[in-house]
């Protein structure tokens, strides 16, 4: 498929060593437009919305940032943030977010999400769950199984 | 044919009537761009000065036994270029081991003499005009001083005009340049008292 | 033939070879200063070194690393360097960068002044110290799920210089699809009286170049670098009470400057020590801790757990660090003015911490801790 300029720069931005060392990608090959589009299908066929995933892992990553660093439970989750100083540049160009990771662990099926602040950005604007292999990626099983939704 | 000019009329010559800057206009891209301070152009106009009179003399010596014996006037430039660069180079490492301060004063400007136009522009005029070894030593020493003196007096003349209301569009350059074309007339107005021929 | 086809390259040859061999020639003459000796902080250290350079690049090829933002271009007035020989008037380049005192000093722009002679010299000790260090890791000890004790032998230089609360960043090598070595820092929880070693707590970060390098693939007995010790995280000298608040791997520094305290006899102002955890599989040290509680009469350690659970049988404080931290100053501690924060964690737990303490009357300029994560 023909990637528009907005998405071909994204993609060069994604590479491993330009925002990040690992990059967005993981070994996917395919183009951004591909993964997306395929995601986009899935997530429909598991019911899920992404604004609604979006919403719930932001409202767990403020509710893990009380931990302090700490684990802390919410509801049936265990959360843990990790924080560092700085910001990292979304690959879209549409903003820059600080560097602040949640774990989301759910105590009752024991399924865990490693979500950043950059990925849920990068769902909820461009429907992007990064390429397979990715540390960031975001099976949509995974956040459907995890969320519970 | 050697020219019958008294040496010390060629040495005021050199300074004043012929100046090398005014009177045939080299070297203007460091008069334009280091004339903005006065100790700037003071300390260029001294290695201007101190290159331009070794260079002239040694480029005399090769003309006369080189280039002309083994008929390669033609290599001319390329040679002079040589030995002004060597010249500069070997300047610039005694100067920064006798005197750290004057180094640094002068900076970049040492190295960029390599390319001034004056320099060259002083060793084709030995041959031109078929100088001896003297008169060549002395035309090299009055360019050189006639240079510094142009170029104090342009930075100076820019340090007043820095205060005065120039018209928008001549800030800079402009103004230089006119103020360039004025002192040029200055000089050469009295371009018969004294000749270098 | 033309002889002019040899005679014209010959010329140009013979005389840019004669100019050549003039420019060497003076330059064995003139840029000969011959092997000189630097002595810095009278004696602490004499380089043996080749003169001609400026003091800057001649120091960091003798492994000081004086500060330079600008790389040695003399823009920036970070190398200063006081120069106790007489090395002649400063240059116009270095004024603008420094003070009246200063030049009274003879402080010197060290990218500026070239080594000509002998010199004497003083920098800070502080960067005298910052070497980079070579060692092995000698033990490699799970203090809980997630957090490891790295405990690394320094063989070259077999010794390092640092106090208390200072950190060094550890330097990882390429590992799977990171290309090129990583450093990140971490303070050293090693007291400064053990010289060969020096000791990181180490915390996984899901996703963390070295952290996962160290849980994953670091092995005892192999060979790892370490650039310090840089940082100003240190015990204040003064007598006011020491209020320390920590989770996690910000155990270290703290380990660092109570194993020192106590090294030097019993402690001369009260310790107050938090230490955040969930539950007791999260906790470390605990022993230890209570050992060196019970040794010295003016420290008072307080572990908190967060979410205890039932088989924990946890009588200590329950809760957030920062609302237990808030009970003690308002009701435990005594009042003693000025106490002094000292914080070591993530950036929301500085802030959080930070917030609590000066509503309880610790003055901002009284609170310490090192500004990264």
């Not at chain 1, 049936?76 to 879209?92: D, H, I, N, T």
């Not at chain 3, 800057?56 to 007035?77: H, R, Y």
């Not at chain 3, 003690?328 to 930070?354: Q, T």
């Amino acid at each position: 498929m023909k990637m528009s300029p907005f998405y071909v720069k994204a993609q060069d931005n994604m590479q491993p060593g330009i925002i990040t060392s690992s990059g967005f990608l993981g070994d996917d090959t395919r183009p951004i437009v591909d993964i997306i589009e395929h995601d986009e299908e899935i997530m429909q066929q598991l019911g899920l919305d992404f604004e609604e995933v979006a919403n719930r892992l932001h409202e767990l990553m403020e509710e893990g940032r009380k931990g302090l660093g700490e684990p802390i439970t919410y509801q049936q989750f265990l959360l843990q943030v990790y924080e560092a100083r700085g910001f990292l540049p979304s690959p879209f160009e549409d903003g820059i977010f600080r560097k602040v990771n949640v774990n989301i662990e759910n105590k009752k099926n024991g399924k865990t999400l490693l979500v950043s602040e950059l990925s849920i950005h990068l769902l909820q604007q461009h429907h992007f769950l990064q390429g397979r292999g990715s540390p960031y990626r975001l099976e949509p099983e995974d956040l459907k199984g995890t969320l519970e939704l | 044919m050697t020219p019958l000019v008294n040496p010390i009329t060629l040495f005021f010559a050199s300074i004043l009537t012929s100046n090398i800057l005014l009177a045939n206009f080299l070297g203007m891209c460091s008069f334009i761009s280091i004339s903005k301070d006065m100790k700037s152009a003071n300390g260029l106009g001294l290695a201007v000065t101190v290159v331009l009179t070794i260079t002239s003399a040694i480029n005399w010596l090769i003309l006369e036994y080189v280039l002309i014996p083994m008929d390669l006037l033609y290599l001319r430039f390329i040679i002079f270029i040589i030995v002004i660069a060597a010249i500069v180079q070997i300047l610039e490492m005694i100067i920064d081991r006798v005197s750290s301060a004057l180094y640094m004063a002068l900076g970049i400007f040492l190295p960029l003499i390599t390319v001034n136009c004056a320099i060259l522009g002083v060793s084709l005029f030995l041959e031109i005009r078929n100088y001896s070894f003297l008169q060549s030593v002395i035309y090299g020493l009055g360019s050189g001083l006639g240079w510094w003196l142009a170029i104090m007096a342009l930075a100076a003349i820019r340090k007043k005009v820095e205060k005065a209301p120039v018209p928008a569009g001549l800030k800079g350059p402009g103004i230089t340049f006119i103020i360039i074309g004025f002192m040029a007339m200055a000089f050469i107005g009295f371009s018969g008292m004294l000749s270098v021929q | 033939m033309n002889p002019v086809i040899f005679t014209a390259p010959l010329a140009i040859a013979v005389i840019g070879a004669v100019l050549a061999a003039l420019i060497s020639i003076t330059d064995k003459i003139v840029n000969n200063y011959g092997d000189l000796t630097i002595d810095i902080n009278s004696g602490k250290r004499k380089l043996e070194i080749k003169g001609g350079s400026p003091l800057l690049s001649t120091l960091a090829e003798s492994g000081i690393f004086v500060p330079s933002a600008c790389g040695g271009k003399g823009s920036c007035g970070a190398c200063k360097v006081k120069v106790l020989s007489d090395i002649g008037p400063h240059l116009p380049t270095e004024p603008p960068y420094l003070t009246k005192e200063e030049m009274a000093e003879n402080v010197r722009l060290s990218c500026q002044i070239k080594v000509k002679q002998d010199l004497e010299i003083e920098i800070p000790d502080a960067l005298f110290n910052i070497r980079r260090f070579t060692g092995v890791v000698e033990r490699i000890k799970d203090l809980t799920h997630d957090i490891k004790e790295v405990y690394i032998k320094l063989e070259n230089p077999a010794e390092i210089n640092f106090t208390a609360g200072q950190y060094g960043q550890l330097e990882i090598p390429p590992y799977e699809k990171i290309k090129g070595s990583t450093q990140r820092a971490y303070s050293m929880s090693s007291p400064p009286s053990d010289k060969d070693h020096v000791e990181f707590l180490i915390r996984l970060v899901p996703g963390g170049i070295v952290t996962t390098y160290v849980h994953q693939y670091m092995k005892e007995g192999e060979k790892i670098a370490m650039v310090g010790p840089f940082g100003d995280f240190a015990e204040q000298d003064t007598q006011s009470p020491m209020i320390c608040v920590a989770g996690g791997s910000g155990m270290a520094p703290f380990k660092s400057i109570l194993y020192d305290m106590d090294e030097k006899g019993p402690f001369e102002r009260d310790v107050w020590y938090f230490f955040g955890a969930r539950t007791k599989k999260d906790l470390f040290y605990l022993e230890e801790m209570q050992a060196l509680e019970a040794k010295q009469e003016r420290f008072h350690f307080i572990p908190a757990l967060s979410e205890p659970l039932d088989e924990d049988e946890w009588k200590g404080e329950i809760g957030l660090i920062t609302d237990v931290l808030d009970k003690y100053l308002k009701e435990i501690v005594p009042d003693a003015d000025p106490k002094e924060g000292y914080l070591c964690g993530s950036p929301g737990m500085i802030d959080a911490c930070v917030n609590v303490m000066t509503a309880n009357d610790i003055g901002e300029g009284d609170i310490f801790y090192d500004k990264f994560a």
